[in-house]
């Protein structure tokens, strides 16, 4: 916005039209709102009052009071009508209230193998829905910085078809877009450039990164290594900043945005003993830092105990405060009574058999309490189990 539209003090006119011919060049009121009072003063040789003067006008102009200001009623009334996104089963949109939500940023963490991506394979389909199933009736963007599992996509794309008519009239793998990068500057590229690009030509309700750590991570084997040159933590940092400020700016466009994240190992503890009751109650035998209460696999609903390692998200307090819901996937080898002997931590011995569990919890959410459910994955996706939800 040109500085030559607003009405100003006659005397910052004239500063800025001497500023101009003295190379202190200000011209828009962009220009204006990146300097403080003081920096404005010393620029324009003007009192400070009168570069306050200017700010506030620059301020008004550019920023109407209609966008700076809206009642609590509105706001409320704009977030029901954005909605939630279904990730396509009863048990875990319940958990989720109603799935994931289409304003912020919502970050899925976990080990290997716990179904990050089974998950995200599942939204790109139920993204396609009709609003009335849960959906958003639009197209996924799917940024891999590894690589996109196709044939498990082709198998999901079956058996939603068949479960919903709904995506039966079209082929569901021409509504998802893959964009493979390998490093966090075509990351900022895509989010600065392609991803608007594409959202003019297309309607696009989901984008999902798998996943943010892999770009920043090294290739040495070592885990904790970074491309970012030299290892630069403060660049790195920047360089998330970045990321993140551009996925919220299309999260306030209505688009669900939805991050997969690696996770690092908690160093300083051996782990914890987790001991069931009754299948969904655990009582805690030992305690690990950073490992959420009650995020535990329940075994066959009987009871058992399990001891592992505690785990955080990758990236660190820069990426975290880009966060705004954190939902953690656990894959255990879960111990259930019922089997060979095995002798506890306090000596007792324990019949047991050895099963895997799947766990989805909420860590962290402004909407959402802090609860936790099993589920499966399955030949047609992943589904929760019902009797397994319990707070955390």
């Known amino acids: 916005m040109d500085l030559s539209t607003i009405d100003l003090h006659p005397r910052t006119v004239s500063a800025l039209r001497t500023g101009k011919s003295a190379h202190s060049n200000l011209t828009t009121a962009e220009e204006v709102l990146i300097e403080s009072e003081s920096q404005l003063a010393a620029r324009l040789r003007i009192s400070e009052p009168l570069s306050r003067d200017l700010l506030l006008s620059a301020s008004r102009a550019y920023y109407p009071a209609e966008c700076r200001v809206s009642t609590a009623l509105a706001l409320r009334t704009e977030q029901r009508a954005r909605g939630r996104l279904t990730v396509g089963d009863p048990v875990l949109d319940r958990v989720l209230k109603g799935g994931v939500p289409t304003q912020g940023i919502t970050e899925v963490y976990g080990r290997s193998g716990c179904g990050k991506t089974q998950m995200m394979l599942q939204i790109c389909l139920t993204v396609q829905l009709p609003r009335e199933l849960g959906g958003l009736d639009a197209d996924a963007v799917y940024v891999a910085t590894e690589n996109f599992p196709n044939k498990r996509f ?32 075509t990351q900022n590229h895509i989010l600065a450039y392609q991803l ?20 920043f991570r090294g290739d040495d084997g070592g885990g904790n290594g970074s491309r970012v040159d030299g290892g630069d933590a403060a660049e790195r940092a920047r360089q998330l900043c970045e990321i993140g400020a551009g996925l919220k700016r299309m999260a306030d466009a209505g688009v669900a945005v939805v991050i997969v994240n690696q996770v690092s190992d908690a160093f300083g503890d051996g782990g914890e003993d987790v001991r069931f009751v009754n299948g ?4 805690r035998v030992g305690a690990a830092p950073g490992y959420p209460a009650g995020m535990v696999g329940v075994g ?17 307090l820069a990426w975290s405060n880009q966060v705004n819901t954190r939902i953690v996937l656990d894959r255990s080898e879960s111990v259930c009574l019922g089997g060979e002997d095995l002798v506890s931590g306090g000596g007792e011995e324990v019949s047991h058999s050895a099963a895997i569990s799947r766990t989805l919890g909420v ?13 499966n994955i399955v030949a047609g996706g992943i589904e929760g189990v019902a009797h397994d939800l319990s707070p955390m």
Request: aromatic letters at 6%; proline letters at 10%.
């Open 363 to 375: 860590r962290f959410a402004p909407h959402l309490p802090l609860t936790f459910c099993n589920f």
């Open 196 to 215: 608007p690009a594409l959202a003019s030509r297309r309607r696009i309700g989901l984008v999902v990164i798998d996943s943010i750590a892999a770009a």
């Open 300 to 316: 066959d609903g009987v009871g058992g105990i399990w001891r592992r390692p505690s785990v955080v998200p990758a990236l660190g």
């Open 154 to 185: 082709m198998q999901l794309c079956a058996h939603f078809r068949s479960r919903f008519p709904a995506l039966a009239t079209h082929d569901p793998g021409t509504r998802v877009h893959v964009i493979k990068v390998s490093d966090p500057e």
């Open 280 to 283: 969904v109650a655990p009582v």
